[in-house]
């Protein structure tokens, strides 16, 4: 079952309504305002920190709302991360205040999802926390 769980959050993540849509938005037609930027972040980047989080949680055999809250938080850290990618490599340059306050917020619900575990999760929300400190 963890195989087949595993098989599926992949062709989800990078299939045709993640991954590759991203990619052919970013070839075909480059977003111009943040909300747009952000869409194409979260169908890339943001699918590949997801797909990680959540394979991570079947190869530790957690449950389905564990998986799901941990694909949330892999979603969120992922954008935050290619803003910041995106910002120091001065592809953001008109939507840098906006960003920063995305990064800030993405960093807070990550930080938020990750805290819902507990101690368990202390390492997580660390990571969330230097996220939203990187806006």
Known sequence: PRAAAAIAILAARAGPRELLAG????????PADLVAIERLH??????LFAASAELGAIA?????AT???LGRYGMAIGIAFQHVDD???GELVEHAAAAADR?????????????????????????????????
Do not use: M
């Open 23 to 30: 990619q052919a938005i970013d070839l075909t037609r480059p």
């Open 60 to 64: 530790a055999g957690a449950g389905t």
């Open 42 to 47: 979260a169908a890339k980047t943001g699918a």
């Open 67 to 69: 998986c799901e809250a």
């Open 87 to 89: 910002r120091d490599d």
């Open 103 to 135: 990064i800030r917020v993405l960093g807070d619900e990550a930080r938020a999802i990750a805290n819902a575990f507990g101690a368990s999760g202390r390492r997580l929300a660390a990571i969330a926390t230097w996220f939203a400190s990187r806006a």
